[in-house]
């Protein structure tokens, strides 16, 4: 689950993580009387959605009057904003963050994410704040710093000293200042079972402090049942439906780009159906994964969800019976093509327990876009094939 920045900030306003003051609105006239509020004479108009990029998106603007904060509050608001994270299709905007100006003297990036590589959190950090990391990444990796944390001992002092002196800190004031920051950070990456924070541009001011200047956090949704704080901070129109639908019925969704929708019972078999069609020449819709327990309503379901994208052009459905026998699934298949209007060639490929009688149930069973797979191989073959409607 990720949750928009003024959200993060008020996470971060918990553990003592200095953020400049800011006021969300939904409306134009909150955005003024925001500005208002908080005073001064130079605003930051910020819009909120689950995407980093806004910026180079034109979704955050600095505003230098009142009436500048109420032109750009209306420009903002209700727009489609694109960024590379969003896709082209972009994300509506509902809400937007007034925040008072900063005294940027320079502009740092800084996260903790999870390594699955080195299992274990990681702090990254650049002298190259406020750009896309990715680009810094691909074009200067060495400005980069990776400090991996071992759970087990936490944030300590020569991590801290890794940090500073791999950003070029040499203020021993400052380096204080960051020291207390990252280790905040950290302690609210921990206590919040964050899998992700990402705070870009982390900006050193001209009194030296370190502010968070954005704020970015993904968690580990396992984990939500302990996190009420967080969990209330979810914002389902920034997610997408089809997804929402699915967890409703048990179901693990995630749409993609391509044109094979995929029904699977497990995530590693998920993976492995989709790079098999990626390896026989096609591409996949989506990863659903139906889990141990697939019957006639769970997959009707997820014939429903993966044809609410016009892409799909054919189904795979790949499914080891070992909880549950394949002529049961296979029964079941075949019932929910009944239940929901299939239009599009359906490959299934079943084995584990009783496959042979789940094949032969299937063939019988006269549904003419229902087509059997031998096996892995063969099934993603003739999935691809049905998607390129070839015979």
């Known amino acids: 689950m990720n949750i928009h920045e003024y959200q993060a900030k008020q996470v971060f306003a918990k553990y003592g993580v200095p953020t400049p003051r800011g006021i969300i609105a939904e409306t134009v006239d909150q955005a003024v ?23 180079l998106g034109g979704g955050v603007k600095l505003a230098k009057s009142i009436d500048e904060v109420r032109e750009l509050a209306d420009e903002i608001l209700g ?6 994270q969003t896709g082209p299709e972009g994300k509506l905007v509902n809400k ?20 699955r590589a080195a299992e274990m959190p990681i702090i990254m950090a650049s002298t190259e704040g406020g750009m896309d990391i990715e680009t810094v990444a691909e074009n200067t990796p060495e400005k980069i710093i990776k400090i991996e944390i071992d759970p087990a001992i936490g944030f300590q002092g020569f991590h801290a000293r890794e940090l500073i002196f791999g950003l070029g800190i040499t203020d021993k004031a400052e ?18 079972d964050a899998e992700m924070i990402e705070i870009n541009p982390l900006v050193k001011t001209g009194a030296g402090d370190f502010i968070a200047l954005d704020g970015k956090m993904g968690f580990d949704n396992s984990a939500l049942g302990r996190q009420k704080f967080i969990a209330d901070m979810r914002d389902i129109t920034e ?9 409703k019925y048990g179901l693990s969704y995630v749409a993609l780009d391509g044109e094979i929708g995929c029904m699977v019972n497990g995530a590693g078999l998920a ?16 990863f659903l994964d139906v889990g141990g327990s697939a019957n006639a309503e769970t997959v009707a379901k997820g014939f429903e969800i993966i044809l609410q994208n016009p892409n799909v052009k054919a189904i795979f459905v790949n499914i080891f019976g070992g909880i549950v026998r394949c002529d049961r699934l296979a029964n079941g298949i075949i019932e929910a093509t009944k239940i929901t209007d299939v239009n599009v060639p359906v490959i299934v490929r079943l084995d584990g327990t009783n496959a042979p009688e789940a ?17 892995l191989g063969d099934g993603a073959a003739k999935a691809v094939a049905a998607a390129k409607g070839e015979k």
């Open 33 to 55: 009387a925001n500005a208002e509020e908080l005073g001064g004479s130079i605003w930051v108009v910020k819009a909120q959605i689950h995407a980093g990029g806004r910026g």
């Open 359 to 375: 094949a032969e149930i299937l063939k019988n069973a006269n549904i003419a876009n229902l087509i059997v797979g031998d096996d």
């Open 239 to 247: 997610e997408d439906a089809d997804e929402m639908e699915a967890a």
């Open 175 to 192: 380096q204080k200042k960051l020291m207390k920051f990252a280790a905040s950070i950290y302690k609210v990456y921990m206590d919040t």
């Open 271 to 286: 993976m492995g159906t989709m790079d098999t069609i990626n390896y026989m020449g096609g591409t996949p819709a989506n």
């Open 96 to 115: 937007v963050y007034i925040e008072e100006g900063a005294d940027i003297q320079d502009e740092l990036y800084f996260s903790v994410v999870l390594d």
């Open 79 to 84: 727009m489609t904003l694109v960024t590379h």
